[in-house]
């Protein structure tokens, strides 16, 4: 038998092995589901402190998610700010460029406008005293024709180019040489040596001259072809640049009257008529002027010894620069010696055309003061909107 003690009355009972074993049994049963209703409730306890903890820890993560997305719209917004201050600067900085261009556009403008009318003044005034050259020329050409053909006294080819030359020198060939050629090297000498050099001793221009005429009874007739070579030979010996045949000589042909000829045989050689004589003196100088700096530097690069190739392209470019110069030059004598050689009237036609040359610089004049920003963004849709928004009326 087993005893029992009753843990609220304190009596003792007495029960068998098997009623001690069903007891036993329920009171296992009983302790085990008390136990395991503890154990749940612990779990359970547990379960919704982890699940608060991590509702909080999720609900703190999205809280930080939140700040740093708000973060990323502030500094979005600042960037959107600061390209808005940027483009509004940009279009501020452009609309002021340009206004500027503008300005200077319209400053060109007038610019070019006064431009156009100093050159038209200064070529109206050379009109007139190439008129009145061309009038002088003409009238001593016919004076000297006339002493010719009555073989006044004390009248040559010689001398008269001298007198021409003379009577200009001071105002156009102030500081040059030109004399008789005196000096007989190897049996020959040339007529006359035209020979001057700038300020600093750099030579500008050196001619030989030689002149020819004959008498209109003169049985056998010479040509201007029979003194070519001894003239070339005459210049190289006594180191000219430029040998010129100033002749009388065929005074029919239309080739040696109607201009300035260039002998292509030999090296810098021209063959003119007298009235011919200043003119070109005066364009070959222009010509050595205009090339006077080539000219120093050929200087310097002989003192200093330069490379003989650099010396000989700069001989090119002045003889090629010379060579356009004198082509123009040349088209302009032609056109006005080829009414000077016959009568007044021709020269009335040379006046006529320099009379429609003013014409066609009157008309250049009023094309310049005609012209307008609207003409000039004609056709060109990104200058005019330009002008648009800076506020410039095109219509």
């Known amino acids: 038998m087993n005893e029992i003690k009753c843990p609220h009355c304190g009596k003792v009972f007495q029960v068998d092995e098997a009623g001690y074993a069903a007891i036993l049994a329920q009171v296992r049963t009983e302790q085990f589901d008390k136990e395991m209703r503890e154990r ?192 070339d030979k005459d210049r190289r010996k006594k180191e000219c640049e430029y040998a010129v045949l100033v002749t009388m000589l065929e005074p029919d042909s239309e080739y040696y009257n109607a201009g300035i000829v260039t002998a292509y045989r030999y090296e810098k050689m021209f063959i003119i008529r007298p009235q011919f004589f200043i003119p070109l003196i005066s364009l070959l100088r222009n010509a050595a002027l205009s090339n006077v700096e080539t000219r120093r530097d050929l200087a310097v690069a002989r003192q200093q010894n330069l490379d003989v190739r650099q010396f000989e392209q700069a001989m090119l470019d002045f003889k090629d620069k010379f060579g356009r110069n004198y082509q123009l030059a040349s088209q302009h004598f032609s056109k006005a010696i080829d009414e000077i050689d016959e009568t007044i009237k021709h020269l009335e036609r040379v006046k006529e055309s320099l009379t429609k040359s003013e014409n066609q610089l009157r008309l250049a004049n009023d094309k310049a003061q005609d012209l307008t920003i609207k003409k000039l963004t004609k056709g060109n849709p990104t200058m005019r909107e330009k002008f648009e928004e800076a506020g410039v009326e095109l219509d």
Do not use: W
Not at 40 to 45: A, D, I, K, N, T
Not at 178 to 202: H, L, M, P, Q, S
């Open 40 to 231: 749940e409730s612990v779990l359970h306890r547990e379960l919704e402190a982890r699940a608060r903890a991590a509702l909080t820890e999720a609900k703190s993560g999205h809280e930080r998610e939140l700040a740093k997305k708000d973060m990323e719209i502030l500094r979005l917004q600042e960037q959107v700010r600061a390209a808005a201050t940027e483009k509004q600067l940009a279009v501020s900085a452009a609309v002021q460029a340009k206004e500027t261009e503008i300005l200077e556009l319209r400053g060109r403008i007038i610019q070019e406008q006064q431009a156009a009318e100093i050159r038209e003044q200064s070529m109206r005034e050379a009109h007139k005293t190439e008129v009145v050259r061309l009038e002088a020329e003409v009238e001593q050409y016919k004076d000297f024709k006339l002493r010719q053909s009555t073989k006044m006294i004390g009248e040559s080819l010689e001398q008269h180019c001298l007198t021409a030359f003379n009577q200009v020198r001071m105002m156009a060939f102030p500081h040059a040489y030109f004399e008789k050629d005196n000096e007989v090297i190897g049996g020959t000498k040339g007529d006359f040596i035209y020979r001057e050099a700038t300020e600093d001793g750099i030579p500008l221009l050196s001619i030989m001259f030689e002149m020819k005429n004959e008498a209109d009874n003169t049985e056998k007739k010479h040509k201007n072809e029979d003194f070519l070579d001894k003239l």
